[in-house]
């Protein structure tokens, strides 16, 4: 595994946790901004694979 894989990896792990806890407080953010934060989480899912990406 390469440096790049490496770094990858380990920001797919951090946009996990931040998904995880836009989740679990999703109440309390404004509907208009989880949906860009959504818009903007689905296009970073093509670069950074999370939890739920394919495996390869």
Request: charged share 45%; hydrophobic share 35%.
């Amino acid at each position: 595994m390469g440096i790049f894989d490496k770094a990858k990896d380990v920001a797919g792990k951090a946009k996990d946790v931040v998904d995880d806890q836009v989740e679990k407080h999703s109440d309390k953010i404004p509907d208009k901004i989880e949906g860009m934060y959504d818009k903007a989480s689905d296009a970073a899912e093509k670069i950074i694979p999370g939890e739920d990406a394919p495996a390869e």
